[in-house]
């Protein structure tokens, strides 16, 4: 496997939708991880996501969409320490 490039994507951003666990068959095409572009095996589990507005989308391995599910929770996290403080009224406001 090769090292994954560039930052590790959010499922929170607008540019990822829905996902979905697939079977890459045993006909067709290759599949690579879009990610790490390891080849996917035949008839191998592979999580897709659908890109938003297009009929396209990205196939990911199972251990890159774990980092990505790592990443979006790491945003959660952030997002709920951010929403206690301004609910604790602690946020500072400059507008």
């Known amino acids: 496997m090769s090292a994954p490039k560039g930052k590790t994507p959010c499922l ?8 979905s666990f697939v079977h890459t068959g ?11 572009h390891t080849p996917l095996e035949r008839d191998a589990a592979c999580i897709e996501i659908t ?35 301004s609910a604790s009224g602690s946020l500072d406001r400059t507008t």
């Not at 929170?12 to 996902?19: F, H, P, T, Y």
């Not at 989308?57 to 790491?74: E, M, N, P, V, Y």
């Open 12 to 19: 929170i951003g607008g540019s990822l939708g829905a996902c």
């Open 26 to 36: 045993s006909r067709g095409s290759l599949r690579k991880c879009k990610r790490c």
């Open 51 to 85: 890109i938003p507005r297009s009929m396209g989308h990205k196939t990911f391995c199972r251990s890159c969409f774990g980092l990505i599910l790592d990443a979006t929770q790491a945003k959660v996290d952030a997002l709920r320490c951010e929403l206690a403080r």
